[in-house]
């Protein structure tokens, strides 16, 4: 079983940054892929970013492309999301995930964490 925390959301000004993190423990896999999702109210929940844990190599939705970075430290076990210029509309509850590889589906999910972003 894998447990996955995050922890760093919060309130914030348009233009601001926020770190997220998010520990992952338990069962570890050969190369297993980590992501962040978002999920704001009455929308549906859309992947941020994702990174494969053994490589490095890194993906972005467009929406956040040159404002987030995702990246990871393998020996704390956790993958952080570096928000910075951010903007109202990306308020939303973020949960970090992790799948067993590139083919499978995400199947560990972490509790979320509020992210809010003031005008």
């Known amino acids: 079983q894998v447990q996955l925390v995050e922890s760093g959301g919060g309130l914030v000004q348009a233009g601001g940054s926020l770190r997220l993190s998010c520990v992952a423990s338990?069962?570890?896999?050969?190369?297993?892929?980590m992501g962040w999702f978002r999920q704001a109210p009455g929308k549906e929940r859309e992947i941020v970013a994702s990174i494969r844990w053994s490589e490095g190599s890194t993906a972005y939705a467009d929406s956040v492309k040159g404002r987030f970075t995702i990246s990871r430290d393998n020996a704390k076990n956790t993958v952080y999301l570096q928000m910075n210029s951010l903007k109202p509309e990306d308020t939303a509850v973020y949960y970090c995930?992790?799948?067993?590889?590139?083919?499978?589906?995400?199947?560990?999910w972490g509790q979320g964490t509020q992210v809010t972003v003031s005008a």
């Open positions: 995930a992790l799948k067993e590889s590139i083919v499978a589906r995400y199947g560990y």
């Open positions: 338990g069962r570890t896999f050969s190369s297993y892929i």
